[in-house]
T-cell receptor, first 112, second 115 residues
């Protein structure tokens, strides 16, 4: 059973608008969450992370929100740019040890 | 070279062949990982090495044999693979997660096809 789920396989957004990518998890012991971006023929690239002691973390155009009670996190990209078109993966870990559990990914297409 | 490199980028092998995948990181990290990504599936963690010692084997079949001679290099030795082993194999590195989780940095992957 998947512990990290990204229920939207794809998302299409107009350039300049907000992109919201969602992720749900089932393991209440997860305490660290990460978002990765992947272009074709490249490995995933780390974007932003959040610890369970926070509910928001912001880095430039990227903001991650964590709702622990709902076991839900989201990545907001504002404003969206065509170069943001990629596959976005949500990942989570429990305690220490760097064992990341990944979601299946969401394909984001930003239209110019 | 910077970051995490992987060779070869593409590999086609028969089920009776023996081949090896190589990963090298230039980030000064002390933890390295092998992941498998099959089509439309999440990345699956295969092996974790911390300070050259294997600390995680995620129930991987013995036809996959990892080797970590030092903190900068990681190999995945392949033998008698099955067609369902065809996938993208990704290497990653990070600081060792002894007290907290650290973000992992990935290589470009090796696209493996088993015929």
């Amino acid at each position: 059973d998947q512990q990290v789920k990204q229920n939207s396989p794809s998302l299409s957004v107009q350039e300049g608008r907000i992109s919201i990518l969602n992720c749900d998890y089932t393991n209440s012991m997860f305490d660290y969450f990460l978002w990765y971006k992947k272009y074709p023929a490249e490995g995933p690239t780390f974007l932003i992370s959040i610890s369970s002691i926070k509910d928001k973390n912001e880095d430039g155009r990227f903001t991650v929100f964590l709702n622990k009670s709902a076991k839900h996190l989201s990545l907001h990209i504002v404003p969206s740019q065509p170069g943001d078109s990629a596959v976005y993966f949500c990942a989570a870990s429990e305690g220490y040890g760097n064992k990341l559990v990944f979601g299946a990914g969401t394909i984001l297409r930003v239209k110019s | 070279e910077t970051g995490v490199t992987q060779t070869p980028r593409h590999l086609v092998m028969g089920m009776t062949n023996k081949k090896s995948l190589k990963c090298e990181q230039h980030l000064g990290h002390n933890a390295m990982y092998w992941y498998k990504q099959s089509a439309k599936k999440p990345l699956e963690l295969m092996f974790v090495y911390n300070f050259k010692e294997q600390t995680e084997n995620n129930s991987v079949p013995s036809r996959f044999s990892p080797e970590c001679p030092n903190s900068s290099h990681l190999f995945l030795h392949l033998h008698t693979l099955q067609p369902e082993d065809s996938a993208l194999y990704l290497c990653a590195s990070s600081q060792a997660g002894l007290a907290r989780t650290y973000e992992q940095y990935f290589g470009p992957g090796t696209r493996l096809t088993v015929t």
